[in-house]
């Protein structure tokens, strides 16, 4: 059973800064994209940013663009998703998921097989 362990959520004000980090389980011969999801109450779960690990390859949300970043330790099996100047708006509970191959419209999670628990991101005004 795969499963992704995220951590690094919180609370911070508007204008700061968060890490979230999302351990993923490979194995040999496994070159996954890791994406990094968010589901506000009452909304649909939302793509904010995926990886390919093989080629470290980045996508994201326009909402994000400029503000996050996304990127792996291949050392630490870890995803981080460095998210700067935050915004009220970006308040979720956030997943990271794991699907097989390149990050072909990685924005579609049912595509994604294994999901962590989520960690959850609030930002005050």
């Known amino acids: 059973q795969v499963q992704l362990v995220e951590s690094g959520g919180g609370s911070v004000q508007a204008g700061g800064s968060l890490r979230p980090s999302c351990v993923v389980p490979l194995y040999a011969y496994d070159i996954p994209c890791i994406g990094w999801f968010r589901q506000a109450p009452g909304k649909q779960r939302e793509g904010v940013a995926a990886?390919?690990?093989?080629?470290?390859?980045?996508y994201y949300a326009d909402s994000v663009k400029g503000r996050f970043t996304i990127s792996q330790d291949h050392a630490r099996n870890t995803v981080y998703l460095q998210m700067n100047r935050l915004k009220p708006e970006d308040t979720a509970m956030y997943y990271c998921?794991?699907?097989?191959?390149?990050?072909?419209?990685?924005?579609?999670?049912?595509?994604?097989?294994?999901w962590g628990q989520g960690t959850q991101v609030t930002v005050s005004s």
């Open positions: 990886i390919y690990t093989g080629g470290g390859d980045t």
């Open positions: 998921g794991r699907r097989g191959g390149y990050c072909y419209l990685w924005e579609q999670w049912s595509d994604y097989t294994h």
